[in-house]
Nanobody, 121 residues
Framework: QVQLVESGGGLVQPGGSLRLSCAASGSILSINTMGWYRQAPGKPRELVASIISSGSTNVADSVKGRLTISRDNAKNAVYLEMNSLKLEDAAVYYC???????????????WGQGTQVTVSS
């Protein structure tokens, strides 16, 4: 069983900063891609940023230059540094990982429980 646990959400004023963290635990052989998605009320879930094990990233145009993704392979962790936050960044942020569990030949996508980011003055 693999679990993803997020932390770091909260309330911030426009222009403020937050850092989200997500750690994967369980019977993990390897982790390919890790990433962050977000979902605002009434909107579909969207990719914010993803990062593969080599460190190469894919970042949504709407957050480029403001949100930075990184990972620590030794800790099976992924982070999202969020700066210059805007009202439209408010959403539930979900951690995501494509994991090959121990003893499995396949990879599976796992999700965290989500962490709320509220941007309000």
């Amino acid at each position: 069983q693999v679990q993803l646990v997020e932390s770091g959400g909260g309330l911030v004023q426009p222009g403020g900063s937050l850092r989200l963290s997500c750690a994967a635990s369980g019977s993990i052989l390897s982790i390919n891609t890790m990433g962050w998605y977000r979902q605002a009320p009434g909107k579909p879930r969207e990719l914010v940023a993803s990062i593969i094990s080599s460190g190469s990233t894919n970042v949504a145009d709407s957050v480029k230059g403001r949100l930075t993704i990184s990972r620590d392979n030794a800790k099976n962790a992924v982070y999202l540094e969020m700066n210059s936050l805007k009202l439209e960044d408010a959403a539930v942020y979900y951690c995501n990982a494509i994991v090959q569990p121990t003893g499995s030949q396949r990879q599976y996508r796992y999700w965290g429980q989500g962490t709320q980011v509220t941007v309000s003055s």
